[in-house]
């Protein structure tokens, strides 16, 4: 059973297009953060979010946890080649020594076509 | 601030052998975590190790063990490899147990032919 529901798996979009990615749990997290990806490196950390409702920018990206901390989702808007990579959601269950444990969902592999 | 940073970055190795990993955390953090990413089951949780001592462990059998050493450095290894231990290895840093930040390596790609 996969604790944290990532959708789509796959997006291929052009250059300037919106995007939303979702993120889906039954489960209650204490944090969340959302990861890119590119090919065989580390994954590297756009925001960590830990207050249900809390809205985050990052320049053209915007992340937002639901208010009952089971969900979140990522919007990009007018959408770069330089956006392409694997996205991925963790979530933290538990605080302190528990949050060591990120629970992955399988990520979302997006293309932005020039 | 020098990243995360792990070796080898790449290994191939042959069924029945053992392997270790090393990873040293960013200059400051004192916890250190472990995940196996697989295309199949995407990124897991192996274990976290903080002032030396294993905090939390995921459920992979006991051929995955670490440790870490007083510097916060810690390694990894792997005994009796299977084919299914092939993976992109992946450390992760965040400065104590209050912090909920991590910050990962690039990762030790581990091929078992």
């Known amino acids: 059973t996969q604790l944290l529901e990532q959708s789509p798996q796959f997006l291929s979009i052009q250059e300037g297009e919106n995007l939303t990615v979702y993120c889906n749990s039954s489960s209650v997290f204490s944090s969340l953060q959302w990861y890119r990806q590119e090919p065989g490196e580390g994954p590297v950390l756009l925001v960590t979010?830990?207050?249900?409702?809390e809205v985050k920018k990052l320049k053209r990206l915007t992340f937002q946890f639901g208010d009952a901390r089971k969900d979140s989702s990522l919007h990009i808007t007018a959408a770069q080649p330089g956006d392409t990579g694997l996205y991925l959601c963790?979530?933290?269950?538990?605080?302190?020594?528990?949050?060591?444990?990120?629970?992955f969902g399988k990520g979302t592999k997006l293309s932005v076509k020039p | 601030k020098a990243g995360v940073t792990q070796t080898p970055r790449y290994l191939i190795k042959t069924r029945g052998q053992q392997v270790t990993l090393s990873c040293s955390p960013i200059?400051?953090?004192?916890?250190v975590s472990w995940y196996q990413q697989t295309p199949g089951q995407g990124l897991q949780f192996l274990f976290e190790?903080?002032?030396?001592?294993?905090?939390n462990k995921g459920n992979f059998p006991g051929r995955f063990s670490g440790r870490q050493f007083s510097n916060s450095r810690s390694e990894m290894n792997v005994s009796t490899l299977e084919l299914g231990d092939s993976a992109l290895y992946l450390c992760?840093?965040?400065?104590?147990?209050?912090?909920?930040?991590?910050?990962f390596g690039p990762g030790t790609r581990l091929t078992v032919l």
């Open positions: 979010v830990v207050t249900g409702g």
């Open positions: 963790a979530g933290a269950r538990g605080y302190g020594g528990s949050q060591g444990n990120l629970i």
């Open positions: 190790y903080f002032s030396e001592t294993q905090r």
């Open positions: 200059s400051g953090h004192r916890s």
């Open positions: 992760a840093s965040r400065i104590g147990l209050g912090y909920n930040e991590q910050f």
